[in-house]
């Protein structure tokens, strides 16, 4: 996803990381998504606007987290808390567009992945309750229950004020 390259792209030019350690963390972005992926969905369509920000924001957080030197569980955690404090977050592109709130919204989420990092590693080494694990579970049976108004069909929020879908 765009939106952890966005954060790396960042890290590479603010920091001295080399190209090897620049995908490292890239690797680990990937292995996030992909466990998402596997035990929930990454679409927008099935489980809302949680499926694409909120992935992309703890895939961006592991890959910072791992930048910075944290230990795995410091990882896990970081991907954890940007997947926890998004969850629930519903889709609603004005007129069918993936402008507005998209743009905006994945803006923050850039913030927020570089906070969970921080977060995570001032933590006691990643000592935390609820495992990444757990939220990927509870954000997939979340998606299942929010109503197709807020599933890309620009039918509910916002949306409905600015225009349908086209
Ligand atoms: S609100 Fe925008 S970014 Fe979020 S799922 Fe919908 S289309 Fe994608």
Request: glycine share 6%; net charge negative.
């Amino acid at each position: 996803m765009w939106r952890d390259t966005c954060v790396l792209y960042h890290l590479s030019k603010s920091y001295d990381f080399t190209d090897q350690r620049i995908i490292c963390a890239l690797v680990t972005a990937d292995l996030v998504g992909n466990i998402v992926h596997t035990k929930a969905s990454i679409s927008g369509t099935e489980i809302d606007c949680q499926g694409e920000v909120d992935v992309a924001c703890a895939m961006a957080a592991a890959a910072a987290n791992q930048l910075f030197g944290g230990s795995p569980t410091q990882i896990e955690y970081a991907a954890e808390i940007a997947l926890e404090h998004h969850m629930g977050m519903t889709c609603d592109p004005m007129c069918g567009l993936v402008q507005i709130p998209c743009i905006e919204r994945n803006a923050y989420a850039v913030a927020r992945a570089l906070d969970s990092n921080i977060y995570s590693t001032f933590s006691s080494y990643g000592y935390h309750r609820v495992s990444f694990d757990k939220v990927v579970e509870t954000m997939k049976e979340t998606g299942k229950d929010i109503p197709s108004l807020y599933k890309e069909t620009s039918q509910g929020k916002l949306a409905k004020d600015y225009g349908q879908m086209i």
